[in-house]
């Protein structure tokens, strides 16, 4: 690792951010800096597969498994405990967020707005469109992954004012849906 790296880290319903830095000496060991919080570890790569983790400062360390499937580690252990993890960047977790906010919510109908800048890659509905609370609606591409943005609450489709291949920035109007009569 050459440069500082960023990463959200869930474990269970605890979710803490994590700031990965080179080594001090600026050698490439496989040990490094882990800020975690208001702590800082010295993390060090083990010959068996494991990470030995201290406290800065400290004499005491633990030792950590990650599992070694394709991709980010999904789960982590110790002696003690096994638990499930997602990794994510900090920009792959801005953007989990931004979905979530964007999608989350049940109200009547109402516009659906990008929840990032990106590009349409195809709008799911056609107007007239009945649609219900939840239900994908446009796939907006960012940061090289597909999107579903979900209508918000149930109605019917109005109008649908981008199409595929447009830019739109964040908090754009893509669809227009109209409450149903309550």
Avoid: C
């Avoid at 700031?19 to 800020?35: F, H, Q, R, S």
């Avoid at 906010?101 to 659906?112: I, L, N």
């Amino acid at each position: 690792m050459s440069r500082p790296e960023r990463f959200r880290v869930e474990v269970g319903e605890q979710s803490v951010e994590v700031e990965l830095l080179p080594a001090k000496d600026g050698t490439n060991n496989g040990t490094m800096t882990a800020v975690v919080g208001d702590a800082t570890f010295t993390v060090h790569a083990a010959p068996d597969g494991s990470w030995s983790v201290r406290p800065e400062g400290g004499t005491t360390q633990e030792r950590v498994w990650l599992d070694r499937g394709p991709g980010r580690p999904t789960y982590a252990g110790t002696g003690r405990d096994t638990a499930p993890v997602i990794v994510r960047t900090a920009a792959e977790a801005a953007l989990a967020a931004a979905l979530e906010e964007a999608s989350g919510g049940a109200g009547g109908g109402g516009a659906v707005k990008a929840p990032m800048p990106g590009r349409i890659v195809k709008a799911l509905v056609a107007e007239g469109d009945q649609v219900e609370a939840g239900a994908p609606v446009i796939i907006v591409e960012a940061m090289k992954m597909e999107n579903e943005v979900l209508s918000e609450g149930t109605g019917v489709v109005r109008r649908i004012l981008v199409s595929a291949g447009d830019t739109v920035d964040a908090g754009a109007v893509l669809v227009e849906i109209e409450p149903h009569d309550a």
